[in-house]
C-alpha cells in the first residue's frame, strides 16, 4: 500500500470548490432574473422598451449639470469586463511561474506565447496590440485589486464594484452617480447641453444611479442601438394620447422617453462630425468605435461605459479567454491610434474592471472557477508611464477559501481616478466613496492645475422630505439670507405650483406641498429648491 499525505488545506478548497459549484447555477439564475426585472423598469433603473430600442432614461442628474460645466475636458472611459476576468492569464506573474504553471497545467500560458512586460510580469501575445501603448508609456496595471470579504456571486459583487460600498452594505446608487448628488440642480429642471454619460452594454449596472435610484446615464444595450439614436432620433409625442388612465401611463412613458431621445440630436451632430480614422472589429471595437467618434465630434461627455461579456469561464477557457483578450487590447490600440489622429488621445483615461478574479487553480472542465483579487489595467497618456503597480499576487498566501488576497482596495482606484484625473474636490470625494480611501500617488495622474472653478468644491444644500398625512414637506436649510424660490415640477418638467418665493434668513425652513385636496395624478414629481447660488432638486411620490 502507498502512504498518502493528506493536505488539509486542499481538502478545504476542495469543499469550498464543491459548494461553489452549487451556488452557481443559483447565482446565474439570480443574476438573469434581476438583470431581466433591471430591464422592464421593475427594479429601480426606470429602463423599458420603446421602439424595440431598451434606453434608461436619464432622470435625476445633478451629474450632469456638474460635469458638463466643469472647466476640465478630460474625458474616462470604463471598460467593463462582464463575467469575472481571469486576471493570472491576464498579467501573468513570471516571478513565480513554476507556481503558475502547477496549478494550471493545461490552461496557463506557455513561456514561448509570453510578452514580457518587465522581469516579474508578461501578457500573453494575443495581446500584442497593447505592447504600443505599453512602450509608449500609455499603460500601467494595477495588480491584486479586490476588497474585503469578497463575494463570488456575479450580481452581488457587480453591485459593490459598481456601487463602491463594503461587502455587507446593500446600496443601489452607483459612485459615479452619487458624484455631487445634492449639490446641482435636477436633470428635469436643468438639463446639460449634452449627455453627461453613456453607457453600452451592460444594462441593469447600476455604476450610474443616483442615491434616488435614477439612472443618470444614456443607456443602450449594444452600438446599434446607439447608432440608431444617432441616425434615427425623434421625439415621442406627449399630447397626442387618450383622455384616461392608460393616456396617463403613456404620457408617462413617453415622458420619461424623451429625457433620453432629446439628446439624439446632440449625439447624432457628434456623430456626423466626426469618422473613424481606423478599423475596428468585433463587439468591443465596434463600441469603441462609436466613443471615438463622439469625443472626435465634441459631443462633451465626459463618462462613458462599454462592455465585453463571456468572462464567466468555468469550462474549455483556453476556447474562450485568449479571443476575449484579442478583443480588448486591439480594440484599445484601435481607440488610441483613432483619438490620436485627431489630438484627443491624451484627453482620454481607459480603465478595466471586473467583479471578481478566478480561483488560482484549473478546474476538471479545464476552467477556473470564481475568485477574488484580479489585475485592473488603465490605459492613456496621462498615466505618465508605464507600470506594474500593487501588491504582487501571491500564489502560496491564500484566503480561506483559496483566492488570492487583495492589496489594493478598487475604492482606492476610483478615488484617485475622481481625484486626479476628473480633479474633484479631496473632501468631495471622500463623500462620494462614504469614506477616506488612500490615492495611488504611484498612479502618475495629475489634475490640471489651470481647473481653478471647478464646481466640485461647492458646498451642498441641504434637505430632506418628510411625508405626512396629506401634505409632504420639504425640509432645508440656508448656511446664509437671501432669495429662495420652491417649485414643484412634474415628470415633463412642466411647473406644477410655487411653494416659496420669498427672501429667508440662514437656518432651517420648510416648504408645505399639499396633496389631500390636490387633484394631480398619483406619480412621481420633482421639487427644485434654489437659494441664491445654490440648487439642489428631489424626486417625490404622490400616492392616493
Not at 101 to 119: E, H, K
Not at 254 to 272: C, D
Not at 362 to 387: E, I, V, W
Request: glycine share 10%; with cysteine.
Amino acid at each position: 500500500m502507498c502512504n498518502h499525505k493528506i493536505d488539509n488545506k486542499k481538502q478545504i478548497r476542495h469543499g469550498a470548490a464543491l459548494e461553489h459549484g452549487k451556488a452557481h447555477e443559483k447565482d446565474h439564475a439570480q443574476w438573469s432574473r434581476r438583470s431581466f426585472l433591471r430591464n422592464v423598469g421593475m427594479a429601480g433603473t426606470m429602463s423599458m422598451m420603446l421602439g424595440k430600442v431598451p434606453l434608461t432614461a436619464m432622470a435625476n442628474s445633478p451629474l450632469a449639470y456638474a460635469l458638463s460645466n466643469t472647466n476640465s475636458d478630460r474625458i474616462m472611459v470604463l471598460i467593463r469586463l462582464k463575467g469575472g476576468n481571469d486576471g493570472l492569464n491576464t498579467i501573468i506573474p513570471l516571478f513565480d511561474y513554476s507556481n503558475y504553471m502547477a496549478n494550471r497545467p493545461t490552461i496557463g500560458i506557455p513561456q514561448s506565447q509570453i510578452i514580457n512586460l518587465n522581469n516579474e510580469f508578461g501578457m500573453p501575445n494575443y495581446m500584442s496590440a497593447l505592447e504600443e501603448l505599453w512602450n509608449d508609456g500609455a499603460m500601467k496595471v494595477v495588480n491584486s485589486v479586490g476588497y474585503p470579504d469578497q463575494n463570488l456571486s456575479h450580481f452581488r459583487s457587480s453591485d459593490i464594484w459598481a456601487s463602491g460600498s463594503d461587502a455587507d452594505l446593500l446600496d443601489t446608487s452607483g459612485w459615479l452617480g452619487r458624484f455631487l448628488n445634492d449639490q446641482y440642480p435636477d436633470y428635469i429642471t436643468s438639463p446639460p447641453d449634452q449627455p453627461p454619460a453613456i453607457q453600452i452594454g451592460g444594462t441593469g449596472n447600476i455604476i450610474f444611479n443616483d442615491t434616488d435610484s435614477s439612472n443618470m446615464g444614456v443607456i443602450v444595450n449594444n452600438p446599434d442601438e446607439l447608432f440608431q439614436i444617432a441616425q434615427n432620433g425623434e421625439l415621442y409625442d406627449v399630447n397626442d394620447v387618450p383622455d384616461c388612465y392608460y393616456g396617463e401611463q403613456l404620457t408617462y412613458m413617453r415622458a420619461v422617453a424623451n429625457s433620453t431621445f432629446q439628446y439624439a440630436e446632440v449625439i447624432a451632430e457628434a456623430y456626423n462630425a466626426s469618422t473613424n480614422a481606423v478599423e475596428y472589429e468585433f463587439s468591443l471595437g465596434q463600441q469603441l468605435a462609436l466613443v471615438a467618434r463622439l469625443i472626435k465630434g465634441n459631443l462633451g461627455t465626459q463618462l462613458y461605459m462599454v462592455t465585453l461579456d463571456g468572462f464567466d469561464t468555468h469550462a474549455l477557457q483556453n476556447e474562450s479567454h485568449p479571443f476575449l483578450l484579442f478583443q480588448l487590447a486591439n480594440a484599445v490600440q484601435n481607440f488610441y491610434q483613432d483619438l490620436a489622429t485627431a489630438g484627443m488621445a491624451d484627453k482620454v483615461l481607459a480603465m478595466t474592471f471586473s467583479e471578481f478574479g478566478r480561483r488560482i487553480e484549473q478546474n476538471a472542465s479545464g476552467g477556473t472557477d470564481h475568485g477574488a483579487a484580479a489585475p485592473m489595467m488603465l490605459f492613456g497618456k496621462g498615466l505618465n508611464g508605464n507600470g506594474i503597480l500593487g501588491q504582487n499576487p501571491d500564489m502560496q498566501n491564500l484566503d480561506s477559501a483559496g483566492n488570492l488576497v487583495h492589496g489594493t482596495d478598487f475604492r482606492q482606484v476610483y478615488a484617485t481616478v475622481l481625484e486626479n484625473w476628473l480633479c474633484a474636490d479631496g473632501a468631495t470625494v471622500d463623500m462620494v466613496m462614504g469614506q477616506n480611501f488612500d490615492r495611488l500617488s504611484n498612479l502618475g495622474l495629475d489634475c490640471l492645475s489651470t481647473n481653478t472653478s471647478n464646481p466640485f468644491t461647492k458646498v451642498p444644500l441641504q434637505h430632506k422630505v418628510i411625508y405626512g398625512s396629506g401634505e409632504i414637506i420639504i425640509e432645508y436649510e440656508l448656511a446664509n439670507s437671501g432669495p429662495v424660490k420652491v417649485e414643484i415640477f412634474n415628470m415633463l418638467g412642466q411647473p406644477v405650483t410655487t411653494l416659496i418665493n420669498a427672501y429667508q434668513g440662514a437656518g432651517m425652513h420648510r416648504a408645505t406641498f399639499s396633496i389631500g385636496n390636490s387633484i394631480l395624478a398619483a406619480g412621481y414629481y420633482v421639487y427644485s429648491i434654489q437659494a441664491g447660488q445654490q440648487r439642489a432638486s428631489q424626486k417625490v411620490l404622490v400616492s392616493r
